[in-house]
């Protein structure tokens, strides 16, 4: 007996590009054997209400077809439903601008037909979350500059898309200064000013920025990246760095990996999978293995 997948999609991701490449994406699946229900959200209380509904209705695979927000509401439907005892897996079909989860799990983060190939393959492994107060985070939390540059681009009209990022990155970097922050890592308290420090249970944000290069979303572990104070032409050049992961080479840039960090300080704000969290402060644990996720053939 074929399992039940039901698809929501977010038709406006990827300035249209989710409902294009649907009928694609849609025969795929059916290629795979499978007869997945599909839903067309028009905004997010819809989508949330959707995604609710076909875990409560015992589907075996929730897909979500869109950016991070859309991965971001696959992620906690399916885990809180987990942790009341549903076998629901998640599938992810990448159709945004960013993508980061998906990347961070390995598939193709341009490629929704090959990810909807996955999902009728049928192979899943369990991934880790990292768990902010009651909200699961599958990619990063930024609690830094890049929380604002991402409150900033959020609140942009125009662009759309991912052009937000760099207009949002340099009109914050006019009026930014270093962060005060108050770190208690793994029961250690430590006291310092930052530019930013991001938590990574996967390696990039923003689009392929591979701001916790080592991130890896089976070890049980976060990673921690502090980029300690620096003037703002050094911070300008670390930035297309951070594409290649090389940035961390730098003398300013600091790494750990913990289970669970505490971020506190004035004025803090946590962006987690793109999406604002929380104000600090903000307790964020590695949840070892907490979803099953659709994933290649092993090897």
């Known amino acids: 007996m074929s399992p039940r997948v039901t698809l929501v999609v977010n038709p406006s991701s990827g300035r249209g590009r989710a409902l294009e490449l649907l009928p694609h994406v849609a025969g795929k699946l059916r290629d795979a054997g499978l007869e997945p229900e599909i839903l067309l959200s028009r905004d997010f209380a819809e989508a949330q209400s959707m995604t609710r509904s076909a875990v409560a209705s015992g589907v075996d695979v929730l897909a979500v077809m869109g950016g991070d927000g859309m991965m971001h509401l696959g992620v906690n439907t399916c885990a809180v439903a987990r942790l009341d005892g549903s076998d629901v897996t998640l599938g992810v079909i990448p159709a945004g601008t960013g993508n980061d989860f998906v990347r961070g799990i390995g598939l193709d983060p341009d490629d929704p037909v090959a990810a909807a190939a996955t999902i009728g393959a049928g192979y899943s492994r369990p991934v880790d979350l990292a768990l902010v107060g009651n909200r699961f985070v599958g990619g990063v939390v930024a609690t830094g500059f890049d929380a604002l540059v991402n409150r900033r681009a959020n609140s942009l009209a125009w662009p759309k898309g991912s052009l937000r990022y760099p207009l949002a990155t340099f009109a914050e970097l006019r009026v930014f200064s270093p962060l005060s922050y108050r770190l208690t890592v793994d029961g250690v308290v430590r006291e310092l000013e930052a530019m930013l420090v ?102």
């Open 198 to 299: 991001a938590v990574g249970n996967t390696s990039s944000y923003g689009g392929g920025m591979r701001i916790c290069p080592d991130a890896d979303v089976s070890d049980g572990l976060l990673d921690v990246t502090i980029v300690h104070p620096v003037n703002r032409l050094k911070l300008l050049q670390l930035l297309p760095l951070m594409y290649s992961g090389r940035f961390v080479r730098d003398a300013c840039v600091e790494q750990l990996q913990v289970k669970e960090i505490v971020v506190e300080g004035p004025g803090l704000v946590g962006f987690g999978d793109g999406e604002m969290i929380a104000a600090a402060p903000l307790t964020i644990t590695s949840v070892a293995g907490a979803l099953p996720v659709c994933v290649g053939a092993p090897g």
